[in-house]
């Protein structure tokens, strides 16, 4: 038994040459795309949302984090320096402790989004 899909699909086989040419000058570099892709991916684990987010409430250190999500300090480590690697969280020393926080007003503004658009549904 097959289900049926619910997106509609184009019958024409006409072309909008206007349109599809509009829509490529304005395409982003092949690499520019690659990049954004690879980011969204860092998005797709659980447990870096859920770090994401405590730290967007407040900055932290990988002790507080672990114990928050019940998880190994190494662990914790591991997804942080992903998430430092890509640019969403950064750190800051204070003696032997080091805090992490998000990288700047756009990881919040990505992260608020996605709430927004999930709650929307």
Sequence with gaps: MSKKSNIEMCNCIVIHED??????????????LYD???????????TRIKILYALFEE????????????MTQSAISHQLRILKTSGLVKYRKE???????L???????????????INHK
């Design 103 to 117: 990288d700047d007003d756009h990881v919040k503004n990505i992260f608020a989004q996605g709430l927004i658009h």
């Design 19 to 32: 349109i599809v040419t509009k829509v490529k000058e304005k395409m982003p570099k092949d690499e520019l």
């Design 36 to 46: 954004l892709a690879e980011l969204f991916k860092v998005f797709g684990d659980s």
């Design 59 to 70: 900055e932290m250190c990988v002790c507080d984090i672990a114990a928050l999500l019940g």
């Design 95 to 101: 003696g032997k402790v080091v805090y992490y926080s």
